[in-house]
C-alpha cells in the first residue's frame, strides 16, 4: 500500500462570520479526503485578524505568517470588524499582507451556473455560464494603502501600481489557464482614460 500524500492547510478563521464559514469549509474537505485515495490534509488553525490585533497587537502575527508560508495551502476565513481601524481610519487587512508577501499574485474566480435558478439572468441553463475572472493581487491601488495625507488634510492621493513584470505574469496565467480549457481570454480595463491600463492593455497584447 503507497504512503498517503500529506497536505498541510493552515486555517485562518479570522473575524465575523470567518470561524462558522472556515468551519464548514473544514467539514466539507474532511468527506472529500475520504474520497481521495492516497491523499491526507493535516489541518492547523492559527489566529488572525482584528481579534487578534485587540488580542494582541499585531493583526497577522509573525508565527501566523511562517505558519502560512511553510503550508502548502490557506484557508482564509472574513476579516475585519467595524469599530477595530487603525488611528488614521482605515481597515486592517492581514489578508492583502499575505498575499503581498506570499507573492500571491494570482487571484482565478471561478464562476459556474450550477442552476438556472441561482442566477438572476434568465434562460441560462446549468453549464451556460462558466468563466474565470483572473485577478492581479499584489499590484494596483492596493500597494498604496500606506500612503499618508497631506498634512494640512487638503488631499489625499493614491498611487495606482502597475510593472511590467506583474503584468506580464498574470497575463501569462490567464492565457495557460484558458488554453488548458479551450477558452479565450478579455481584457477588462479602462485605457480609454488611465495610462497605467492603456500600459497594461500593450503588455496584455504582447503577451498574447
Known amino acids: 500500500m503507497s504512503t498517503p500524500h500529506s497536505y498541510h492547510i ?7 462570520i470567518g470561524p462558522e464559514v472556515t468551519e464548514q469549509a473544514v467539514r466539507v474537505l474532511e468527506r ?5 485515495h492516497g491523499i491526507e490534509f493535516v489541518f492547523s488553525e492559527h489566529s488572525v485578524g482584528e481579534a487578534e490585533y485587540l488580542r494582541g497587537g499585531d493583526p497577522l502575527p509573525e508565527e501566523t505568517f511562517e505558519a502560512c508560508r511553510k503550508a502548502d495551502a490557506v484557508l482564509l476565513g472574513a476579516m475585519g470588524l467595524p469599530e477595530v481601524r487603525w488611528p488614521d481610519g482605515r481597515e486592517m487587512t492581514p ?9 500571491l499574485y494570482a487571484g482565478p474566480r ?10 438572476p439572468l434568465k434562460g441560462y441553463r446549468p453549464g451556460q455560464i462558466d468563466f474565470v475572472i483572473m485577478r ?3 499590484e494596483g491601488l492596493f500597494s498604496a494603502r500606506g500612503a499618508t495625507q497631506a498634512a494640512d488634510g487638503s ?5 495606482l ?4 513584470a506583474g503584468c506580464e505574469r498574470i497575463c ?9 480549457c479551450q477558452g479565450k481570454v478579455t481584457l477588462v480595463d479602462k485605457a480609454n482614460v488611465l495610462p497605467s491600463m492603456v500600459f497594461f492593455r500593450e503588455v496584455f497584447q504582447e503577451v498574447a
Open 10 to 16: 493552515a486555517v485562518l478563521p479570522g473575524d465575523g
Open 32 to 36: 472529500v479526503r475520504g474520497k481521495l
Open 95 to 103: 489578508q492583502l499582507d499575505l498575499r503581498e508577501r506570499l507573492d
Open 110 to 119: 471561478p464562476i459556474y451556473l450550477y442552476s438556472a435558478e441561482d442566477s
Open 136 to 138: 492581479e493581487n499584489t
Open 155 to 159: 488631499e489625499a492621493t493614491d498611487l
Open 161 to 164: 501600481r502597475v510593472t511590467r
Open 172 to 180: 501569462r496565467f490567464a492565457f495557460e489557464e484558458a488554453t488548458g
